[in-house]
């Protein structure tokens, strides 16, 4: 079993609908929680961060995170064109001396938003 | 404020040599860690410094290591270079204390390595 897996894709949306990306981790002891957007050819760009169960939102981005269910989603309301890129779920499995600066990624989804 | 800034961003080498790679962090964070973009491995972590102390390593051979500097600039170095080091090497910083954020990665351009 991976450390962080996501949701195989590529996940095609029509411009407007509502993308949602999952993500799920193996060690229940994680802390953090991480979602990254990477366009081809560049570096991944921070999205947004959750540590505590529950759901948080930034604008057209909501991040879920179920710690029992050891599960983090990230949905996109209103997709746009410029949404398309491919979409990192990290996990910084360890708390403590271990997980200084060490972050585990899943193997990325694609997104495309066609217009 | 200046982002994370990596030199140099492309360059060519060939078995055998070695090569060193820069990152300068956003002012004021602590932190430096580096990571290997490769697409059929992913993202995977390398080594993170804070304060000029290595203080997690991922599983590298030793012809990876790095460094950290009093200014928090830190350089990664590969010696002995193979066809399967050919790779985006990231860097990224953050504040690096036990704040809630303080562990959140800023990602560098990147440094596209070939090696042939």
């Known amino acids: 079993q991976k450390e962080v897996e996501q949701n195989s894709g590529p996940l095609s949306v029509p411009e407007g609908a509502i993308a949602s990306l999952n993500c799920t981790y193996s060690?229940?002891?994680?802390?953090?929680f991480f979602w990254y957007r990477q366009y081809s050819g560049k570096s991944p760009e921070l999205i947004m961060f959750?540590?505590?169960?529950g759901d948080k939102e930034d604008g057209r981005f909501t991040a879920q995170l179920n710690k029992a269910s050891q599960y983090v989603s990230l949905l996109i309301r209103d997709s746009q064109p410029s949404d398309s890129a491919t979409y990192l779920c990290?996990?910084?499995?360890?708390?403590?001396?271990?997980?200084?600066?060490?972050?585990?990624f899943g193997q990325g989804t694609i997104l495309t938003v066609h217009p | 404020k200046a982002g994370v800034t990596q030199t140099p961003r492309y360059l060519i080498k060939t078995r055998g040599q070695q090569v060193t790679l820069s990152c300068s962090p956003i002012?004021?964070?602590?932190?430096v860690s580096w990571y290997q973009q490769t697409p059929g491995q992913g993202l995977q972590f390398l080594f993170e410094?804070?304060?000029?102390?290595?203080?997690n390593k991922g599983n590298f051979p030793g012809r990876f290591s790095g460094r950290q500097f009093s200014n928090s600039r830190s350089e990664m170095n590969v010696s002995t270079l193979e066809l399967g080091d050919s790779a985006l090497y990231l860097c990224?910083?953050?504040?690096?204390?036990?704040?809630?954020?303080?562990?959140?990665?800023?990602f560098g351009a990147g440094s596209r390595l070939t090696v042939l």
């Open positions: 990290a996990v910084n499995l360890h708390a403590g001396g271990t997980s200084y600066g060490k972050l585990t």
């Open positions: 002012s004021g964070h602590r932190s």
């Open positions: 410094y804070f304060s000029e102390t290595q203080r």
């Open positions: 959750i540590y505590s169960n």
């Open positions: 060690d229940r002891g994680s802390q953090s």
């Open positions: 990224a910083s953050s504040l690096g204390g036990s704040a809630s954020g303080a562990n959140v990665l800023t």
